[in-house]
C-alpha cells in the first residue's frame, strides 16, 4: 500500500470517528434521554375510581343550638366509594364484629377500614381541629356505627361497577362546646377476601 493512498484512508478513518464523536456528543447535550419504567401488576377483585379516592366532604354549617347535649347530632352527610370492574370470584369472609360467614361462589366481598384519630372523650367518634364539644360519627348504608381504626362488616359486591354508600355526621361531645371552623382527615382502606 502507498503512503498517498494510506494518508487517504488514515484520514478517512478520522473523519469516520469524528463524526460518531459528534453524534456522541450531541446525545451528552440533551437530544435523547431515557425512561425507566417499572410497576406491578397485582391482583384485586375491584378498582377504587379515582374520583372515589380522594374526596372533599362539605358538612355546612351546623348551629351549636342543634347540639344542646352530648348524643345529638347534625344532618348526616352521605359518601360514595365507587368501585369499578369487579371481578366474579368466591368468598368466604368472617365478621370481625358479629362472627358470622359471609360466603358466595360468585361475589367478592370487601370490607372497608377507616382510619382516623378517635375523639377523646369517646374513641368512637371521629377527632376535628378546630372547634370543640363536636367530633365526627361514621355510619354505614345499614347506619350502623363504623368502628375506626378497625375492619368493617364484610360486604358482597356485584361483578361490574358498585358504590358503597356510608354517612358523615356533626355530633357533640362532653367536651365544652365552642363553635369555629373545623376539619378531620379520615383514611379508608379497602380489603378484598
Same mark, same amino acid.
Given at each position: 500500500?502507498?503512503?498517498?493512498?494510506?494518508?487517504?484512508?488514515g484520514?478517512?478513518?478520522?473523519?469516520?470517528?469524528?463524526?460518531?464523536?459528534?453524534?456522541a456528543?450531541e +446525545?451528552?447535550?440533551?437530544?435523547?434521554?431515557?425512561?425507566?419504567?417499572h410497576?406491578?401488576?397485582?391482583?384485586?377483585?375491584? +378498582?377504587l375510581?379515582m374520583d372515589?379516592?380522594?374526596?372533599e366532604?362539605?358538612?355546612?354549617?351546623?348551629?351549636?343550638?342543634?347540639?344542646?347535649?352530648p348524643?345529638?347530632?347534625?344532618t !348526616?352527610?352521605?359518601?360514595?366509594?365507587?368501585? *369499578?370492574?369487579?371481578l !366474579?370470584?368466591?368468598?368466604?369472609?368472617?365478621?370481625?364484629?358479629?362472627?358470622?360467614?359471609?360466603?358466595?361462589?360468585d361475589?367478592?366481598?370487601v370490607?372497608?377500614?377507616?382510619?382516623?384519630?378517635? *375523639?377523646?372523650?369517646n !374513641?368512637g367518634?371521629? +377527632?376535628?381541629t378546630?372547634?370543640?364539644?363536636?367530633a365526627?360519627?361514621?355510619?354505614d348504608?345499614?347506619?350502623?356505627s363504623v368502628?375506626l381504626?378497625? *375492619?368493617?362488616?364484610p360486604?358482597?359486591? *356485584?361483578p361490574?361497577?358498585?358504590?358503597?354508600f &356510608? &354517612?358523615?355526621? !356533626?355530633?357533640?361531645?362532653?367536651?365544652?362546646?365552642?363553635?369555629?371552623a373545623?376539619?378531620?382527615?379520615i383514611?379508608?382502606?379497602?380489603? &378484598?377476601?
Amino acid at each position: 500500500m502507498n503512503i498517498a493512498c494510506w494518508r487517504k484512508s488514515g484520514w478517512l478513518a478520522l473523519l469516520l470517528m469524528a463524526g460518531q464523536l459528534n453524534a456522541a456528543d450531541e +446525545r451528552v447535550d440533551g437530544n435523547d434521554g431515557l425512561l425507566h419504567v417499572h410497576g406491578a401488576l397485582t391482583e384485586s377483585a375491584c +378498582r377504587l375510581a379515582m374520583d372515589s379516592a380522594w374526596q372533599e366532604v362539605d358538612m355546612g354549617s351546623t348551629a351549636t343550638g342543634a347540639l344542646k347535649k352530648p348524643g345529638d347530632q347534625g344532618t !348526616p352527610v352521605r359518601v360514595e366509594i365507587r368501585l *369499578e370492574d369487579c371481578l !366474579p370470584s368466591p368468598t368466604s369472609a368472617r365478621d370481625a364484629w358479629s362472627g358470622d360467614l359471609l360466603w358466595s361462589r360468585d361475589q367478592p366481598s370487601v370490607t372497608v377500614s377507616f382510619v382516623a384519630p378517635g *375523639e377523646l372523650l369517646n !374513641p368512637g367518634l371521629v +377527632r376535628v381541629t378546630g372547634a370543640s364539644g363536636l367530633a365526627l360519627r361514621l355510619t354505614d348504608r345499614l347506619h350502623r356505627s363504623v368502628r375506626l381504626n378497625g *375492619e368493617g362488616h364484610p360486604l358482597l359486591l *356485584e361483578p361490574g361497577n358498585n358504590v358503597l354508600f &356510608y &354517612y358523615i355526621a !356533626p355530633e357533640r361531645t362532653p367536651a365544652p362546646l365552642v363553635a369555629g371552623a373545623w376539619q378531620a382527615l379520615i383514611h379508608f382502606r379497602l380489603n &378484598y377476601d
